[in-house]
């Protein structure tokens, strides 16, 4: 008897019954490719692959096969060419930008934003030395007069977070053009089963997956969508990332090597995913992929529970407003019938009747969400549960007064993310919450 292991064992254990690059389960479930790096038939493949010559995985940082499927979901469903995931929707909002405003740019967005995305353009980019002027999203005149040479973009949601403002996304396109920079477009609320910014004039896309496309909860992840709509060639001194010879792209500059179908998102994951880091693990990749097959099934129950809920509050007495733009009272109704004729998203806010005083108004707030039992306190929204939260001291608290103002945002402010469950049930929860007032 000996203490030695059986020659070839640890080899065994290393690589027994797996080939790299073989695929013979043929699994109609997209597989879970947990690696954190690939394996090369040569050097010569890894120096093809290294120098974007060639396309294949190198280090799940940059990619791996489980996220390939999910940019190409995604892409898809938005009529993209080209996406590019991140570990987060602050991480893609993030590396879009930096793509392209690059050092010195500057960026005219929406001041009706998530207050993590007003956190980043407002403090953050500044530390790159990248400058954000917000306009009121519907003054249209505003957005063409913040427009400087140095701008490199548009920045807006379809449907704004929480107050569901929705985006007159066709004017404010052609406003974009016509000053040469593309229109980004965060499509996290309204998704694409509800609204396509392509057909509105949008060039790219960002998505918090973590929302409604994964749908449960559970995964955090983001991706860029290049809807191939904007031809950074036109004005070439303008994007010289894009358009100069780099050294870490071999001397060729990436709108000649990849244009319009994949110039954009190799510069997003080669630079900034790669260099910055906000990767995206394959099995929260996995999870969203998941999601997204129910994702229209999910999107109209959540949309007409949404709207169910919405008209309940517009006839509570404790109710001053409801922000919701599927109600004939919104300001933004003739919007959604024009960009959201399947349904309006189930993430809205609304008002409870104000005493005057922040403190009083909150204290009427916390007396109504903590009187909830089927809703839950929870700062998500696109959840498979009912979610309520009070913007103004939980995802937009570093909003100066006059900034949550710009975002019709009060301390008398309550967002809903309405769920699955059955609406009469969420109605008689805010019913007898609201009845305590």
Not at 221 to 245: C, H, I, N, Y
Request: aromatic letters at 8%; charged letters at 20%.
């Amino acid at each position: 008897m000996t203490d030695a292991l059986p020659e070839g064992f640890v080899t065994a254990q290393l690589g027994a019954g797996y080939e790299p690059g073989a695929v013979a389960q043929q699994t109609v479930a997209v597989p879970i490719h947990q690696s954190s790096a690939y394996q090369f038939h040569s050097l010569r493949q890894a120096r093809e692959r290294f120098a974007l010559r060639e396309k294949g995985f190198i280090y799940s940082r940059n990619s791996h096969p489980t996220q390939a499927v999910l940019e190409q979901r995604v892409a898809a469903l938005e009529d993209g060419v080209a996406a590019a995931a991140t570990g987060s929707g602050q991480a893609a909002t993030a590396v879009a930008t930096l793509a392209l405003a690059g050092h010195g740019g500057h960026i005219v967005a929406a001041s009706q934003l998530y207050g993590g995305t007003v956190d980043l353009f407002h403090d953050t980019l500044a530390d790159f030395g990248i400058d954000v002027t917000f306009v009121d999203q519907d003054d249209l005149n505003a957005w063409h007069d913040a427009v400087r040479p140095q701008t490199r973009a548009f920045f807006a949601e379809s449907v704004a977070n929480p107050v569901a403002q929705v985006l007159d996304m066709a004017a404010v396109a052609e406003i974009a053009h016509a000053a040469g920079v593309p229109l980004v477009i965060d499509n996290t609320v309204a998704t694409p089963a509800l609204l396509r910014p392509k057909r509105f004039g949008a060039d790219i896309v960002v998505h918090s997956a973590t929302k409604f496309l994964g749908g449960h909860g559970t995964s955090l992840a983001g991706v860029v969508v290049d809807l191939g709509t904007f031809d950074f060639g036109a004005q070439p001194e303008r994007w010289p990332a894009l358009t100069e010879p780099h050294w870490r792209f071999g001397g060729v500059p990436l709108w000649e090597a990849f244009g319009r179908e994949g110039a954009f998102t190799t510069l997003v994951k080669s630079k900034y995913i790669a260099d910055l880091g906000p990767a995206l693990s394959p099995f929260n990749a996995f999870q969203i992929i998941e999601g997204i097959e129910t994702l229209n099934l999910r999107v109209d129950r959540h949309a007409a529970s949404g709207l169910a809920v919405a008209r309940f509050l517009s006839r509570h007495p404790a109710v001053a407003a409801v922000h919701h733009p599927g109600l004939d009272s919104s300001p933004w109704h003739p919007l959604a019938d024009r960009y959201l004729p399947r349904g309006v998203p189930s993430v809205f806010a609304f008002e409870l009747e104000s005493m005057g005083d922040d403190e009083a108004d909150y204290a009427r707030a916390e007396a109504v969400i903590d009187a909830l039992r089927v809703i839950r306190l929870v700062a998500n929204i696109g959840d498979a549960r009912s979610l309520a939260c009070h913007p103004a001291t939980m995802t937009h608290n570093h909003l100066t007064r006059d900034q949550l103002s710009a975002a019709g945002i009060s301390y008398a402010t309550v967002r809903l993310s309405v769920g699955l469950e059955d609406p009469s049930e969420l109605i008689a929860d805010l019913a007898q919450a609201l009845d305590r007032l």
